[in-house]
């Protein structure tokens, strides 16, 4: 019997740790060839040990658009095809907008706005000329709620929202769909970055999702039937309070 995502081609950014490598093992438990491109040689290789022959991993600088270019061409290729691009790396920052630094603003925003959007770019045209493909991007509930305890990391994901579905519309046409992931907490090594009292609230009170959750999630939007598309998607722990 064949599995939902059988022989899909797929790519992953930030798939070498967090929601990104619980979303790779996913996908290869669902049939699919799979693709990490990240920076982090070590994690990837420690991935295909894990998960085997399925996966393979490609060095990425995501911070230029050239070198994920390249990525996607070789997938292209050795492939053929391109049929899922997981745009899933991202960073974060909180606390008072009048205490950062915003040379830290900079490198977060790179990576969740400019590196996404370069992510799905890149894989655009390929879709539209096999006339199918998913597109789906790591947003956050933050995306779609203002989070009052991190003004830039939610500005990023406001950005996040606007990019998906404007080019939801524009795809739609063309057999590609795009769709929006909205994570609230997840444990994982982002939330490093919580400020302390707020994160040990979160974590000894259950409001934190695991990274399976949003695995979980992934793969139902991926394997709704064509035609169906999955606008967004918002997870959250039972009672957080937004």
């Given amino acids: 019997m064949s599995l939902p995502l ?22 290869i438990a669902s049939g ?24 393979h991993g490609i060095e990425v600088d995501l911070f230029r658009h050239a070198s994920i270019q390249q990525a996607v061409d070789k997938i292209l290729s050795s492939q053929g095809r391109l049929d899922i691009m997981f745009a899933n790396a991202g960073a974060y920052i909180g606390g008072n907008a009048w205490e950062g630094d915003p040379d830290a603003w900079d490198r977060m925003l790179n990576l969740n706005i400019n ?36 003004p830039i990391y939610t500005a990023s994901k406001h950005a996040i929202q606007a990019f998906t579905h404007t080019c939801r519309r524009q795809l739609a046409p063309h057999g590609v769909r795009v769709g929006a992931i909205q994570p609230g907490p997840v444990v994982t090594p982002l939330i490093d970055d919580w400020d302390p009292e707020r994160r040990k609230a979160a974590l000894e009170g259950g409001g934190m999702m695991q990274p399976s959750d949003v695995a979980e999630a992934l793969i139902f939007m991926l394997t709704r039937r064509r035609g169906t598309t999955v606008r967004d998607l918002v997870l959250l722990p039972t009672g957080f309070d937004i």
């Fill in 115 to 150: 590196a996404a959007l370069h992510s799905a770019r890149c894989v655009m045209k390929p879709m539209m000329k096999q006339g199918s493909g998913d597109i789906i991007i790591t947003s956050s509930v933050a995306g779609v709620v203002p989070v009052v305890a991190e």
């Fill in 32 to 55: 699919a060839i799979v693709y990490i491109l990240d920076r982090d040689k070590a994690g990837m290789d420690k991935a295909h040990a894990e998960l085997g022959e399925r996966l």
């Fill in 6 to 27: 059988q022989d899909k081609i797929a790519a992953v950014t930030g798939g070498a740790s967090g929601i990104g490598l619980e979303c790779v093992r996913h996908l």
